[in-house]
């Protein structure tokens, strides 16, 4: 088998574009949000722990990929034969193998990602996403929205991952200075938007994969169920999104004064971030509506 069609196989498995988007997130939360609000107290260590925190979340991501595909060859040759890998480029021996190198590179990397021992939390909190994409994909991916849930809380939780790295929890409930507000509310808008947007594209891919996932027991949406459902959280993204915005621009007018105030690249991937992400919502909904009456 040539090497390049494996490991054009390989970079399939692992979704190389979906990794490389959790980079480009993160990437812009650190430098056009977090940096403009802490740059007087920036070190050479913050940089340094975050790029290990990218390459954490990268790989376990990675492993929660290909297990999923494991556990999906028998569902992937009805709905997309033509994309397996497993089984086909890669054995399912090979890629049980990868899953384990990588959540245990992902553990590694959490851990240096660490700011002292105190953040060793962060650890078992990753360890805990391994651990629920395994059950997502043996179990609650088969059953009614229960799996569509976890998946776009793992999504957002490359966001909120972020966060946690960041700040100490401690501090934010016992009081937190203004430009740790900012960063907390900033985060919990993103991930909101983050869970709602990603709700819908699984209910989408619930409706393009039934005939696989039906003849394999698995319990998603009708049509007609996910149709009701985007109708109901689409806008609940767009009010996301107008909350995003409003927030950025109370802060930075009662800010003006302050060192977080006045950041170009902050306003820019607010509105550009928001707006960019709404495009696919309006896109799965058209597909949603073609789906129901191509069934």
């Known amino acids: 088998m ?14 190389l574009p979906n990794l490389i988007f959790i980079a480009l997130t993160q990437l812009l939360l ?16 913050d940089t340094r722990q975050f790029v290990f925190l990218v390459f954490a979340s990268i790989f376990i991501a990675a492993a929660g990929y290909i297990i999923n595909d494991y556990f999906d060859v028998d569902i992937d040759q009805i709905n997309k034969p033509s994309r397996l890998v497993i089984g086909k480029l890669i054995s399912k021996r090979g ?20 700011r002292s021992i105190q953040q060793s939390y962060l650890v078992f909190l990753n360890l805990g996403v391994i651990f629920l994409l395994w059950f997502y994909s ?27 790295s960041k700040m100490d929890p401690m501090q934010l409930i016992r ?6 507000s900012i960063f907390y509310q900033l985060t919990i808008l993103y991930a909101g938007f983050a869970f709602l947007s990603t709700f819908i594209r699984e209910l989408i891919k619930d409706v393009e994969d039934q005939d696989g996932d039906r003849r394999h027991g698995c319990k998603t949406c009708s049509p007609m169920l ?8 689409s806008p609940q993204c767009s009010t996301q999104k107008a909350r995003l915005s409003a927030s950025f621009r109370f802060r930075a007018s009662v800010t003006k004064s302050s060192s977080c105030s006045g950041h170009k690249p902050l306003r820019f991937i607010i509105h550009a971030g928001s707006w960019l992400t709404c495009l696919p919502i309006r896109r799965f909904a058209l ?9």
Not at 226 to 233: D, G, M, N, P
């Open 2 to 15: 040539p090497l390049v069609k494996v490991i054009a196989g390989f970079f399939r498995l692992i979704r």
């Open 30 to 45: 650190q430098y056009c949000i977090y940096e403009p609000l802490y740059r007087p107290f920036l070190t050479f260590d």
């Open 95 to 114: 890629s049980i193998f990868l899953h384990f190198i990588f959540n245990a590179a992902g553990l590694v990397f959490t851990f240096l990602a660490t």
């Open 138 to 164: 043996v179990r609650f991916k088969k059953t009614l929205l229960i799996g569509n849930i976890i998946i776009s809380f793992l999504v957002a939780w490359v966001i909120v991952i972020f966060f946690l």
């Open 175 to 180: 009081g937190a200075d203004k430009s740790q």
């Open 226 to 233: 996910c149709q009701k459902l985007v109708a109901q959280f």
């Open 287 to 295: 597909r949603l509506w073609l789906c129901r009456w191509s069934v």
